[in-house]
């Protein structure tokens, strides 16, 4: 089955202690981006990703680093989350740029 | 920068009661607009591409237009199962392939 994948679903942490969110997809895309989803202020992309050792920031890049060493993996790396931070995490993945979207089923991320 | 404003914040309609939802989007040039479905809890899920002005797309009760400074999904008889949030977005020519912008969504509700 076609899909993206993400690990965990949910995640409770506390600030400071660092943590990676993992993104795989099984579709052979090139492009794959994180978004955070937070109530009245949409779906804002984090960062993306053209291919393997290239990626880009998005519109809301502070705080989050991510790598892209295989083609399928995406994981979004926070070195100090801060309570800010606690949000729902999407990863999404697009054989091109001006394809369609295919999203992750998210990750609910609460930082105390 | 890029801007894409969703109206209305929020719809409640009857079972039947046809309506229209907007995207208003400000880009220097479109690379690409996109629908997306949203259902509480889980990742967007991909309705229709539409790349320039006067293309349309249909899909069962759902058709979406285009013009030059926005976009309508206009929903017919709809249904409770139709009942989601509707995400707009753009790609932009003069951006990063890959770059994405999300609207806030508009958050329909069909009654019975």
């Known amino acids: 089955e076609a899909q993206v994948t993400q690990n965990p679903r949910y995640l409770i942490t506390v600030t400071g202690k660092k943590l990676t969110v993992t993104c795989s997809q099984n579709?052979?895309?090139?492009?794959m981006s994180w978004y955070r989803q937070d109530p009245g202020l949409g779906l804002r992309q984090i960062y993306y990703?053209?291919?393997?050792?290239?990626?880009d920031k998005g519109d809301v890049p502070e705080g989050y680093k991510v790598s892209r060493k295989e083609k399928r993996n995406f994981p979004l790396i926070l070195e100090s989350p801060s309570p800010n931070q606690t949000s729902l995490y999407f990863c999404?993945?697009?054989?091109?740029?001006?394809?369609?979207?295919?999203f992750g089923p998210g990750t609910r991320l609460t930082v105390t | 920068e890029d801007q894409v404003t969703q109206s209305p914040e929020a719809l409640r309609l009857q079972e039947g009661e046809s309506s229209s939802l907007n995207c208003s989007y400000t880009?220097?040039?479109?690379?690409?607009l996109f629908w997306y479905r949203q259902d509480p809890g889980k990742g967007p899920e991909f309705l229709f591409t539409l790349y320039s002005a006067g293309e349309e797309k249909e899909k069962e009760r759902l058709k979406a237009t285009l013009t030059k400074k926005e976009s309508f999904l206009h929903i017919t008889a709809p249904k409770p199962e139709d009942s989601a949030t509707y995400l707009c977005a753009v790609q932009a020519l003069n951006t990063n392939a890959g770059k994405s912008t999300f609207g806030d969504g508009t958050t329909l509700t069909v009654k019975p």
């Open positions: 880009v220097s040039g479109l690379r690409g």
């Open positions: 990703s053209m291919n393997v050792e290239v990626t």
């Open positions: 579709m052979n895309h090139e492009y």
């Open positions: 999404a993945s697009s054989p091109t740029e001006i394809y369609e979207q295919y």
